[in-house]
């Protein structure tokens, strides 16, 4: 049974999928050596080949193909249909398995103790309010050495967007703290993209929330995870203009990765 706020954000990403949002496109074109470079750069996951694996509110049919291909054991649950089409279709495209589980992120109680020995987690946390409800529960699939990737919002920088550049910089004002971001914190209340043939998309997003620094690292290791490696993402353009949001991620890190693994007590 989804809350209010599952069927809420599961509506909005139903939508925006559906819309061709980026992270809805499946990864059609991949290989051996550029999946391993989509999903674990640094290597701090090591060789996966029959690894049981959870890619944790990740569908749309990227991290899950790219895993299977590299060997991995792969489960893939999301809130969202829409989603988890894609990860069917690049399932059937590559012609590997791939297990789908709709569900809540929160709630992984389908899965034994222990089921899986990694656990990557894309970016998805922010769509919940209180991430350590998300860490007890893969402290729990997880098995003691497991990995746990996580991906989440830079929190310094979450209430601020590229319309927020003044001809210097973008100014931070909104107080530090733990919160759910108002649905008028931004100039613009939709999310605009352009779909896979060029066409603007103006969808309502869904609800989000900030995470703090501290209640994300102390979240972590309460629950016994030890962090072996943090890792910013920026921009790969090398003069982007001011303004737009190449120029807006270049400047503020807008995702943090961070690679675990659980060793409790």
Known sequence: MLDELAQFNKARWEELAAAQLEYARPWLDLDV??????????????????????????????QSAAFALLGAETTVLDLTENQLAGDRLAAAHYGLPIRIEQGDMRDLSRFADDAFD???????INFVPDPTVVFAQVARVLTVGGSYFLQWHNPFTQTIDETSWDGQGYRIQRRYQDEEIPADNFAETNWIFEDTAGNPQ?????????HTLSTMINGLVQQGFQIIGCQEETTDEEKPEPGSWEHFKGVIA????????????
Do not use: M
């Open 118 to 124: 990694i656990v990557y987690h894309g970016y998805s």
């Open 254 to 265: 807008w995702i943090l990765n961070l690679w675990t693994v659980y060793r409790p007590g």
């Open 202 to 210: 103006s969808v309502a997003g869904p609800r989000e929330f900030r």
């Open 33 to 62: 050596a550029t999946a391993r470079q989509r999903v674990d750069p640094l290597g701090h996951l090591g060789d996966v080949t029959g690894k049981r694996l959870l890619c944790l509110g990740s569908g749309g049919g990227q």
